[in-house]
């Protein structure tokens, strides 16, 4: 079986030319790629965006700011849009966002605990780890936000601690 891709040191930089080999890695990574222009608005997702945070059956959300087109509770709960809540200037990933563009520098491996809507009106604690990195395209400025969802392995800890608890408290009964 030959795909052109060899067991030798290959750099993704070399396979950078094919962007239907790079939609392939993108549309098959557990990690929700977002990439959002100085006004933090959206204009490219990858699929693991759905799986994630899908809040809209219809996933309109291109040219939308991120905190809508990621369903935040307050962004939904107060009807307004991302960069007007109540919350936004406490926001931690939008503020991380901002610091990536203006300063043109990374954000590695943040954590952030927040409610999200899903479909069906759904809302729901996600823990996520999310890295930002600034980059140009032709002649424009972008940032790509990476976000894993560790919502699961924060409730696996969360459960462990509470059984190591209830056996510290019965050892020392």
Do not use: W
């Amino acid at each position: 079986m030959s795909s052109g891709i060899s067991a030798t040191n290959v750099s993704f930089s070399q396979l950078g030319k094919s962007s239907e080999f790079l939609n392939l890695i993108l549309g098959n990574i557990s990690s929700c790629v977002l990439l959002l222009d100085n006004n933090m608005e959206l204009h490219a997702f990858n699929d693991a965006f759905k799986t994630i945070f899908s809040n809209k059956p219809d996933e309109h959300i291109l040219h939308k700011k991120c905190g809508n087109a990621i369903g935040c509770a307050y962004a939904v709960e107060e009807v307004a849009e991302c960069g007007n809540t109540s919350q936004c200037k406490d926001c931690e990933l939008r503020a991380s966002a901002i610091y990536a563009y203006a300063n043109r520098k990374a954000v590695y491996k943040q954590r952030l605990s927040r409610e999200f809507y899903r479909t069906n009106n759904v809302k729901e604690l996600k823990h996520l780890l999310y890295s930002i990195r600034p980059f140009y395209f032709g002649q424009d400025y972008y940032i790509i936000v990476i976000i894993e969802d560790i919502t699961m392995f924060v409730k696996q800890s969360e459960v462990v601690e509470h059984q190591k608890n209830m056996i510290n408290t019965l050892c020392n009964s």
